[in-house]
């Protein structure tokens, strides 16, 4: 319908409609309705096809629909029952606030919590997304919501956001564009004082006007900012027409304009934040604009401006591979950041090296890792694993620290459970356990009750889950034949074993090379063995988008599409187009097994194969990102080891023939081990295996709260301590660190005892070691002395493991003196050393100095 048509119909219909049908208008404007099953179902039932060709867009689809059809459901009493509980669900999530941040960390109005991405991920109806980064912050704010946290997100308003996927006969993948109309999508103009809110940033001789638009998420709201307005140049309104679009000049303009920019929106809105969390680099310029308000209104000296601002920012990481990091080249840096320099009262030596450092790639270029570590006291990576790969990416900011002591630590990510859980599941559920299962989200005992379900019950919801998939791929499989001119013939061969008794295995994420997409074709005539049982039929089914100028990510879709259409593997392997998130929730849902073979350690997290096991689909995945957590031995499989392989090759040979051997000998004769019911009992119970392991941990609930109990409400209060009294501590800490650097290069540690290469002790004993501190310039309280515990380790290349840490204390004139008591028999060795560190330092170790004696 024409745009203008459908502005007039929606005038025509709301005089003749209840007003609990009008109320629809404002859970559309919410993207509440995105994770509440109730009210997806409910526009679904409206105009099942209209929903769908709307993008599952409520503000669009309510313009859309017919005015019979609103007609019909006005006097449709069944459907006003369902509508009416809809807006009950609404309004009791609206008004009766969500009570586990104020239970367990008081009075919500000390603190403000502000979130910075690039991407969020909340719905198709808001395209301003790509990937697993954008989808993550999606589901943070939503987790963020149902705890009731004070919570504001800020990011970037795109009007094509990432791209639609077409793949063509030959398998190339074609990027289409899809201009958003920000009239359709659940968004609003920011006001503030009854006036709409714009911000100005500079770039190189001129300035850039942003419109602020806000999105309400349940009880949180998100701020986000458009340059696509008249006030700017053509060159300019095109700044945020596309996420990750215009190569790296534009790049650094949209991270100006959501770091600069997005600080200024939340002063102009009124809202002044106690923290600050920086969800990876895009937005490490929030630091430096926040640098720049305090020396410029306050009159802070920049070392003290950049510990007041550090001590409430948070920096979360997801990049688990050197690439990964945004990095600008110096000049291009200069002529954009340059002048803040001076705005923040120091040197553009001294800026520059905010951003400099050695992540595997040379220390070239202004860094947003770097910076956004810099000028943050907490830093954490997204999954245990990943976070140890982080401490020795970043190991070049702390040189003197050990990796696993350094201050990168990790937080496990997880997803929003009742976004990506299945309606049958969630009906289930209802069915089963009653809503009592909707509060137990972080209780791991309460679920256990899904063995409660019944096998056959269980089986079957499976069943249905996977038709409906089947169902779903098959029509898209039908559009892409027809536009591409390919025959219905192919189309039928291709769905050959879409049938719900077959084993479907799945693989859907970023084709991105580390993630080896191919890794199952690199024994064909091995693949092909596997798959030649006729009466064990096995259906693989590959999802994914490349970036448009990342060649050889396309070139692995090309050459599935190519291999899917082989003789041997046609019906048996499918590259399926036009990866978004409603294909994802069919196949999260709808396969049996999900595939994930990263190349160890480049996987950061994989929260897809999160979202499958919830969904009672058990994964079959190298041990990386969230799986070395997941796996418990009997809710999925491991493909290869713990081990690190450094030659690619190798280690694509060795991952291959365990994941043959695996399919082989484990996953598919499981599956087909049935019973006289038709279903193979170990499959069920490794499925719900899958759901119990994951659900209560591997959710958004656990993973905010435990940013709020470890990061957030900390960096609130460190941050108001260190700004309290006209910034006394910062000034302090500041002055303190001047000094450190200074005397640091003087320190030194002897021996102030006989100590013998060997000593036996008997068991309980304890010995008594003195070390003399040669401190110059420091005072005793400036640093910490330890003794180091180490034992014998298979596991550890240098052969010995660190089993305990002894402080010392300090006696007098340097000495410093401690006992040590080895806990049971055997052999132990002992090392000595000294750090400096203070009682304002959320880490002991983060100023990144140590000396041994």
């Known amino acids: 319908m024409h745009k203008d048509q459908s502005k007039t119909y929606h005038v025509q219909i709301r005089p003749q409609i209840p007003e609990a049908l009008a109320r629809m208008q404002e859970i559309a404007d919410d993207l509440w309705f995105s994770w509440n099953h109730k009210a997806r179902a409910l526009f679904h039932q409206i105009d099942q096809t209209l929903w769908t060709l709307t993008g599952h867009n409520p503000r669009l689809f309510l313009r859309r629909v017919s005015q019979n059809r609103l007609n019909d459901i006005a006097t449709d009493r069944a459907f006003l029952s369902q509508l009416n ?17 104020q239970r367990e960390h008081g009075d919500k109005s000390n603190h403000s919590i502000v979130y910075f991405s690039a991407e969020f991920g909340l719905h198709e109806s808001l395209p301003i997304y790509s990937g697993g980064l954008g989808i993550l912050a999606g589901d943070h704010c939503k987790a963020a919501s149902d705890l009731g946290l004070p919570f504001t997100a800020v990011g970037l308003l795109y009007r094509k956001g990432y791209f639609m996927q077409e793949i063509d006969v030959h398998g190339n993948q074609i990027a289409i564009d899809l201009p958003s109309r920000f009239e359709d999508l659940c968004i609003e103009p920011a006001v503030h004082d009854k006036r709409e809110v714009f911000v100005t940033v500079e770039l190189p001789g001129r300035e850039l006007h ?6 309400r998420i349940g009880h949180i709201r998100m701020l986000l900012l458009d340059a696509d307005i008249e006030a700017n140049s053509d060159e300019d309104r095109a700044i945020t027409y596309q996420l990750y679009g215009g190569g790296i000049e534009n790049r650094i303009r949209q991270e100006i304009c959501l770091g600069v920019g997005g600080v200024r929106a939340l002063r102009a809105m009124g809202i002044a934040p106690t923290v600050w969390h920086i969800n990876e680099g895009h937005a490490a310029f929030v630091s430096l604009e926040r640098i720049r308000e305090l020396h410029t209104e306050r009159d802070l000296a920049f070392d003290v401006a950049l510990e007041a601002v550090a001590a409430s920012t948070i920096f979360t990481t997801h990049t688990p ?13 200069d002529t954009y950041m340059g002048h803040y320099a001076d705005k923040m009262g120091t040197t553009i030596e001294r800026l520059r090296a905010l951003g400099s450092g050695d992540f595997g790639h040379g220390d070239y270029g202004f860094n947003q890792t770097a910076l956004a570590i810099n000028t943050s006291c907490y830093q954490n990576g997204v999954a245990k694993l990943h976070g140890e790969v982080s401490s020795k990416m970043c190991q070049h900011v702390w040189p003197e620290i050990a990796p696993e002591e350094n201050p990168m630590t990790s937080v496990t990510n997880g997803v929003h459970l009742p976004t990506w859980l299945a309606q049958e599941w969630i009906n289930t559920f209802d069915q089963q356990f009653g809503g009592r299962w909707r509060s137990h989200f972080m209780d791991r005992p309460f679920w256990e009750c899904i063995h409660d379900i019944p096998d056959a019950m269980f089986w079957s919801i499976q069943h249905t889950n996977k038709q409906r998939m089947l169902s779903y791929i098959h029509h898209l499989l039908q559009q892409q034949a027809e536009r591409n001119g390919e025959s219905a013939q192919l189309v039928q061969k291709m769905t050959r074993h879409f049938d719900s008794r077959t084993l479907v295995i799945g693989f859907a ?11 199952l074709f690199h024994d064909e005539a091995r693949l092909r063995e596997i798959l030649s049982d006729s009466d064990r039929p096995v259906l693989f089914l590959f999802a994914g988008k490349a970036h448009p100028a990342d060649e050889p990510g396309r070139a692995l879709i090309r050459q599935i599409h190519q291999l899917a259409r082989k003789p041997e593997f046609i019906g048996k392997v499918l590259m399926l187009e036009g990866y978004d998130m409603t294909l994802s929730r069919y196949m999260l849902s709808g396969v049996d097994v999900w595939l994930n073979n990263p190349r160890r350690p480049m996987e950061a997290s994989g929260t897809s194969g999160m979202k499958a096991a919830m969904n009672g689909a058990p994964n079959l995945s190298v041990l990386d990102g969230w799986w070395p957590e997941g796996y418990k031995g009997d809710n999925g499989w491991v493909i290869g080891g713990e081990r690190d392989i450094d030659d690619p090759q190798l280690h694509d040979a060795e991952d291959s023939r365990s994941l043959y051997h695996v399919l082989k000998h484990e996953v598919i004769p499981t599956y087909y081990q049935t019973n006289e019911q038709g279903y193979s009992e170990r499959w069920v119970y490794t499925c719900k295996r899958a759901m119990i392991e994951s659900i209560p941990y591997f959710n958004t609930h656990r993973m905010v709260a435990e940013y709020t109990d470890r990061f957030y409400v900390p960096a609130s209060d460190h941050g108001r301590t260190m700004s309290a009294r006209a910034f006394a501590r910062s000034i302090k800490l500041a ?18 005892c006989d100590m013998a290469e060997e000593t036996i002790w008997k068991q309980g004993e304890s010995i008594t070691f003195k070390i003399q501190a040669n401190l110059g310039e420091l005072a005793p309280e400036d640093v910490r002395v330890d003794a180091v515990l180490m034992r014998p380790s298979l596991h550890k290349a240098s052969g010995m493991r660190e089993c305990g840490f002894i402080p010392f204390t300090h006696e007098g004139d340097g000495i410093f003196s401690g006992d040590i008591t080895p806990e049971d028999s055997g052999d132990y060795e002992y090392r000595f050393r000294i750090y400096p560190t203070h009682e304002d330092l959320p880490h002991p170790m983060a ?3 140590m000396k041994y004696l």
């Open 847 to 849: 100023m990144g100095m």
């Open 210 to 215: 942003l419109k602020v638009w806000q999105v």
């Open 509 to 519: 994420r970023r084709f991105a090379t580390y993630k080896r997409a191919t890794l």
């Open 735 to 752: 002055e303190w660190k001047r000094k450190v650097r200074i005397g640091w290069p003087q320190v030194s540690l002897a021996a102030a």
């Open 85 to 101: 509980s809809v807006l009950a669900d609404y309004d009791s999530y609206r008004l009766v606030e969500h009570q586990w941040f």
């Open 321 to 333: 591979v050197p690439a990964g990091h945004d990095i600008f080249p110096p000049e291009l840096f």
